[in-house]
Nanobody, 120 residues
């Protein structure tokens, strides 16, 4: 079974940094693109960053593109989200995601989330 486990969240002051990690198991990690989403209270879940299976192409959402970086280490089956210059608006539950495609459909898989709180 596919399993995604996030870690690295916590409480940080504005301007601080955190590195989130997501470890995957139950699938061939190196064949899957990976994504980071976040959801703040009362808001829709939004895509923050994506990385292709080999890490050659990345996407970063505009509001965080100058501050966040996504990377992966397939030898460790882990994807990272480096977050710098954090703002209170970055406070959210951050989720790791992968989408597996089948012949006529697809399936999204999610971790349980890790909380990031940016506050002074």
């Amino acid at each position: 079974q596919v399993q995604l486990v996030e870690s690295g969240g916590g409480l940080v002051q504005p301007g601080g940094s955190l590195r989130l990690s997501c470890s995957g198991s139950g699938f061939t990690f190196s064949s899957q693109g990976m994504n980071w989403y976040r959801q703040a209270p009362g808001k829709e879940r939004e895509l923050v960053a994506s990385i292709t299976f080999a890490g050659r192409t990345t996407y970063i959402e505009d509001s965080v593109k100058d501050r966040f970086t996504i990377s992966r280490d397939n030898s460790r089956s882990t994807v990272y989200l480096q977050m710098n210059a954090l703002l209170p608006e970055d406070t959210a539950l951050y989720f790791c995601n992968t989408r597996r495609y089948y012949s006529q459909d697809y399936q999204d898989y999610w971790g349980q989330g890790t909380q990031v709180t940016v506050s002074s």
